[in-house]
């Protein structure tokens, strides 16, 4: 699908299937980013003047969208215009969460910002930590991973009070993180071992539990989204495009070239899927 970038493409997430938002840069060490929406017929590019490298995009309605990246600024979309919104913290901006106007979330580098609709403080009782990726379903259910969190190479919970150690084991560092909240609820994690084939974790009430059948590629998981404990979609390197039925994993042919890192996914619903990567790619699933 074109889109008006080349840029690398981070993050995408949209509100319903005309109103989808897609964050990206270049891999300069002072990176320019851009933002991208689409309104159900074409995309446009809707970056403000001086827009930095931006890594992820999230929201709780058309009205409040975030995304972060480079720079002190979060970036905020009031359902008018895009504004920068500073939050004083100057570290690398990995990943967002906004539950609702006044409870936005962002993991850096360094720590957990938390946004209470006036101001930027850390996040409540948060330890040093160097999130890769988060996913929440509310600020009182939160898992953060990266390899310096609560305990070296593991995932970790806050419940709305502090944050706990929740390490699956097997896994050495930690790639990407994602869950559901409706229906069973359910958190999912992918990262390599010492090998480096991918590894996905399920997480319900019972604990950790490694799937059955993995995917039979070494290629590195970016990101993924699920539908139900059957339908779950995962991208990442090499233009990896995969999906679990519950019993198998099979890879999923899509117009991007194969040496494109595929890195941001986004379901409107379980026939529609969006997923983003590198070099301005915006792939588009759709099922009968």
Avoid at 195 to 220: C, D, N
């Amino acid at each position: 699908m074109a889109v008006p970038t080349s840029l690398d493409l981070h993050g995408v997430w949209g509100s319903s299937a005309t109103d989808i938002w897609v964050v990206g840069s270049d891999s300069s060490s002072n990176p320019s980013g851009v933002i991208l929406h689409y309104d159900g017929a074409k995309w446009s590019d809707v970056s403000p003047a001086n827009t930095p490298g931006l890594r992820a995009v999230h929201g709780s309605a058309a009205t409040n969208v975030w995304a972060c990246g480079s720079g002190k600024n979060a970036h905020r979309f009031d359902g008018t215009q895009w504004s920068a919104v500073d939050t004083g913290n100057l570290e690398q901006k990995q990943d967002v969460r906004a539950f609702a106007p006044g409870d936005v979330w962002i993991a850096t580098n360094g720590s957990m910002l938390r946004f209470d609709g006036n101001a930027w403080t850390l996040g409540p009782n948060t330890p040093t930590l160097g999130a890769l990726g988060m996913w929440g379903s509310s600020s009182t259910d939160l898992w953060a991973i990266d390899s310096s969190l609560v305990v070296k190479d593991t995932v970790a919970h806050y419940d709305g009070n502090s944050w706990t150690p929740v390490p699956p084991g097997s896994i050495s560092v930690p790639d990407a993180i994602w869950g559901r909240s409706t229906g069973t609820p359910s958190i999912w994690l992918a990262g390599a071992p010492g090998s480096g084939m991918p590894i996905v974790f399920r997480h319900t009430k019972a604990g950790w539990s490694k799937l059955a059948s993995q995917l039979a590629v070494k290629k590195r998981i970016e990101a993924g989204w699920v539908f139900a404990d059957d339908d779950v979609w995962v991208v990442g390197a090499a233009g990896l495009v995969a999906h679990y039925d519950g019993k198998s994993w099979v890879t999923v042919q899509t117009p991007a070239t194969p040496a494109t890192t595929m890195r941001g996914l986004w379901g409107a619903t379980a026939k529609d899927l969006w997923a983003v990567g590198d070099g301005g790619t915006v792939v588009r699933y759709t099922a009968p």
